[in-house]
Structure formats: structure tokens, C-alpha cells
């Protein structure tokens, strides 16, 4: 089949570069997507729209077909059919769409600041999987080929809501909190939360100082981020109970490593509050047969389903108060050196 200037022929995709006729086996290709560049935005300058079928090789070589965008999904079609494990698309750290986990993602196609993306299908957030179904376990060991999950909640949280074990897949339980002193107690349902516990933003800001402050939350921290460093074949998922703030800073200290830049590590932290609102919908319903739902009631159940920008804030404005940068943070509180640093971006992006 032509599509483009290339081939696919006899499992290989056939190109030619430089002169010389590339065959390259559809088996070796680890990535390919749809990229699209120029903007049609209606105006006068307006510019050419130009399609291209991206291809990435295991050997981390990147090529670039010029194609209608017809031809890219026929082809992508096609090569997904040669060759099943292949990742197809740019999910740019978006929801993965599961039927019972509403806030797992993968942060592929996330942009670093030198011009690399991360590799899809390898670095995946998550809250609790408590009673996941079993076509999700599928599509996430089958689909993400996923190999090890790391537990951040606490012990209390694990023996009240354990996580569904799926086969062939490794368990690491890192408790990033100190049971005995966490600034807004995990152990409670969320009606005994919202109903006794004083939950306010000005407790979730000095939570979430605190997951810097803390020595024992640093030190497990680091630990989170060794799992990820020696993480072998397959995709690593961590995960808390909602999936938002302990995930959430961890998920914000590993991008920033990564040479992600500012922007980029907010919007994906922000994107807690979209994937939450059926959850957010669900609790307030919840709450209606069992209490008057009070605008102070609310506030709390914002605490308890939403992020805001400040509490991130809060992360980055105290590693910078007390270690000054975050290249001091990263060496001297998570114990990793710049060489460590290199290995994981190696790892991770492409």
C-alpha cells in the first residue's frame, strides 16, 4: 500500500532519505500519530495546513511523512494491524477513558522544554483502584502493557479500600503521609469528612506545604521517583485516593525533572478538576439523601474533588524557601544526582 511517498510492503514500511531506499520492519516502530501544521483560523493569514504521518523507532529515530490526512489514519490503520503493540496517537497527558477510573491518565506527548516529548504508555496517574472493572484491567495490561503500580495512600486507607490486584502486575505501597501527623485525615468516608472534619483551603495550602516541609513526605517522595528510575519494561502507574493531591504533587515533582516546563505541569494538574466533576455530581447527590446540602457543605466537597493553582503554588513557593531552587531540591531533598536526572529523561522521553 502507497500512502505518501512511502510504502508498506511485506511488514515493512519503505521510505526513501538521502538517495538511498529505507526499509524499516513495522515491528520497530514504537510510536506513530498525526501531526498537523499550519492554521486555518478563517482570517487572512490564513496559512497552508500541512499533514504528516510521525513515526518513532525503538532506536528512538524520529521521521516525518508528508500526507494527506486521509492517508495518515489509513496508514496508522494499517501499521497498528502489523504491529499491536505499537502506540498510536497524542493523547498530550490526557484522560485515559476507562470505565471505572475517571482520573487515570497518561502523561505521553507532554512536551519538555529541549523539544522531546514523553513516551506514551509509560508514565500513568491514577486514583484508588478500588473494584476496578475488569475490562479496565484489561485495557490497562493489555493495551498500556502496565507492570507495576505504586500505592501512595496510607496504610488505614489500603486495609478500608485495597486496591483490585490484576495479574502479572508488581505492588509497591510508599505511604507519602505520616499517619500521625497529616494535616486533613484520608481514614474518614467522605460523609464523616465533610460533616467533622474542617476542611478549609488555607488546611489544603499548608497540606500541600507540608508534603515539601515534611521530611519523612520528602524522603517518600524520594522514594516514589527511585520506583520510576529502575522501572523496567511495560508502564508505571501511582496512584492516591482521588488521584489529585498526593499523585498530583508527585506527578508535578517527576515532570519538572523531566525538563517540563511551569505551564505545562499546572494545566496538568488543573485537569484533576474536569475528570473529577461526574465524581463531584455523584457526591453532592449522595450527600442530598443524607444531609442538607449547606453552601458551607459545599465549600468542603470543593476541598475534597477540586485542585487550585495556589495549593500547587504552595509546592514550588516552598522548595524555593527552603532549598532555594529546584535543581537544590532535586539533588539534596530527593537524593537524585544530574546524572540520575539524565537517565530518567533518557528513559522517559524521545
Not at 196 to 223: G, H, P, S
Not at 282 to 307: C, G, N, S, W
Amino acid at each position: 500500500m502507497k500512502y505518501g511517498k512511502i510504502r508498506i510492503e511485506d511488514g515493512y514500511l519503505i521510505f526513501t532519505k538521502h538517495m538511498m531506499t529505507n526499509n524499516l520492519p513495522c515491528k520497530d516502530i514504537l510510536w506513530a500519530y498525526l501531526r498537523r501544521e499550519g492554521v486555518n483560523d478563517g482570517s487572512e493569514n490564513k496559512q497552508l495546513i500541512v499533514n504528516y504521518l510521525v513515526v518513532v523507532t525503538k532506536r528512538r529515530k524520529r521521521y516525518k511523512f508528508d500526507m494527506t490526512e486521509k492517508e495518515v489514519h489509513e496508514c496508522l490503520t494499517l501499521l497498528k494491524v502489523l504491529n499491536p503493540e505499537m502506540t498510536v496517537g497524542f493523547p498530550r497527558g490526557g484522560r485515559i477513558p476507562l470505565q471505572s477510573l475517571p482520573n487515570t491518565r497518561d502523561l505521553g506527548a507532554l512536551l519538555a522544554e529541549d523539544g522531546r516529548h514523553i513516551l506514551p504508555r509509560k508514565l500513568i496517574r491514577s486514583g484508588e483502584l478500588y473494584h476496578v472493572s475488569f475490562a479496565d484491567r484489561k485495557i490497562l495490561t493489555e493495551e498500556y502493557h502496565l507492570t507495576k503500580i505504586i500505592d501512595l495512600r496510607t496504610d488505614k486507607e489500603r486495609e478500608k479500600k485495597p486496591d483490585t490486584a490484576i495479574p502479572g502486575v508488581a505492588y509497591s505501597h510508599i505511604s507519602i503521609l505520616d499517619e500521625e501527623s497529616e494535616e486533613i485525615s484520608r481514614t474518614k468516608d467522605m460523609v464523616q469528612m465533610i460533616l467533622e472534619e474542617d476542611l478549609t483551603e488555607e488546611r489544603m495550602c499548608r497540606q500541600y506545604e507540608n508534603f515539601i516541609r515534611d521530611q519523612y513526605c520528602v524522603k517518600q517522595y524520594a522514594r516514589f521517583l527511585d520506583e520510576i528510575l529502575h522501572q523496567g519494561d511495560g508502564a508505571v502507574m501511582w496512584h492516591c485516593s482521588v488521584g489529585k493531591d498526593r499523585a498530583g504533587v508527585g506527578t508535578a515533582l517527576l515532570l519538572c525533572i523531566l525538563g517540563i516546563p511551569r505551564e505545562v505541569i499546572r494545566e496538568d494538574f488543573l485537569k484533576s478538576n474536569l475528570y473529577l466533576d461526574g465524581e463531584f455530581e455523584y457526591a453532592i447527590r449522595l450527600l442530598e439523601t443524607k444531609t442538607i446540602v449547606t453552601p458551607q457543605i459545599m465549600d468542603r466537597m470543593r476541598i475534597l474533588f477540586r485542585v487550585k493553582e495556589e495549593y500547587l503554588d504552595a509546592v514550588f513557593e516552598t522548595i524555593e524557601r527552603y532549598y532555594g531552587t529546584m535543581e537544590r531540591f532535586i539533588r539534596r531533598a530527593l537524593y537524585l544526582t544530574p546524572k540520575a536526572v539524565e537517565e530518567l529523561q533518557n528513559k522517559y522521553l524521545i
